[in-house]
């Protein structure tokens, strides 16, 4: 407590942000460092079916959220170092910007209508990276390659039927444009047969990859880990 100096907890609990549309990010904040996670390209939005195209949009609504909560922005990194450690144990890296711990990127496809559950079957039977063997889902509009991995996970589903399922939750207390606008999304990827690819890039590939520092990389360095599917169409 700043007014009292009274310690109220050594462990701060983080601050859940509730958007509109069920929507929600969280802020954690120790005095020294601060996190923040979600989705950006959701909040606050009904659905990301055309999300953000850039890490700096996503950057962008992040740095909003913490200004208006009396915190510092993320800023890009110029430099890294390495720090001081204990003997025996390995040297901490050290920046003076962001860093990126987990970032998904997303892709459309147009399979054509009625199409979507029979091609989802298909790429199933496919291997990816390292005989990673697709994993199709019982309900047949899902397929994960590298589910729960702490490295990296593809995965690819029918995007109608998930908004379908979310409907409920996200129209809560919306307006009739809203419900009008979130039916056409689903009418859109049922007569186009959309089918939803994702990569889940986690910390030990980022970091591999020299993909963590925000700043010191560009967006198109993670072109070549988004072409699996693509070469699994082909």
């Known amino acids: 407590d700043l007014m009292t100096g009274e310690v109220l907890s050594k462990n701060p609990k983080s601050l859940q942000l509730e958007g509109s549309y069920s929507s929600k990010i969280i802020i954690r904040c120790n005095g020294s460092r601060v996190s923040v996670s979600g989705n950006p390209s959701r909040f606050n939005r009904i659905d990301n079916l055309f999300g953000f195209n850039s890490i ?10 913490l200004k208006k909560h009396g915190l510092p922005p993320f800023t890009r990194c110029k430099r890294v170092w390495f720090g001081q450690s204990e003997d025996g144990k390995k040297s901490r890296v050290l920046t003076d910007g962001a860093i990126i711990t987990a970032v998904d990127w997303t892709k459309n496809h147009k399979v054509g209508q009625g199409n979507v559950q029979q091609f ?12 990673k063997i697709g994993h ?54 049922k007569e186009y047969g959309v089918a939803r690819e994702e990569h889940k890039f986690k910390r030990l590939f980022l970091d591999k990859n020299n993909l963590r520092f925000y700043g010191l990389f560009n967006d198109s360095d993670f072109e070549k880990h988004l072409n699996s599917i693509d070469d699994l169409m082909k």
């Open 56 to 65: 700096d949009d996503c950057v962008t609504v992040f740095n909003i959220i």
């Open 120 to 131: 989802l079957r298909g790429i199933s039977s496919q291997t990816i990276g390292r005989g």
């Open 136 to 189: 199709l889902y019982s309900n047949q509009c899902t397929v994960n390659w590298g589910e729960g991995s702490e490295y990296k996970m593809t995965s690819i589903y029918d995007k109608e039927n998930d908004l379908k399922r979310q409907r409920k939750k996200r129209l809560k207390n919306a307006s009739d444009e809203d419900a009008k606008y979130y039916d056409d999304l689903i009418s859109y990827c």
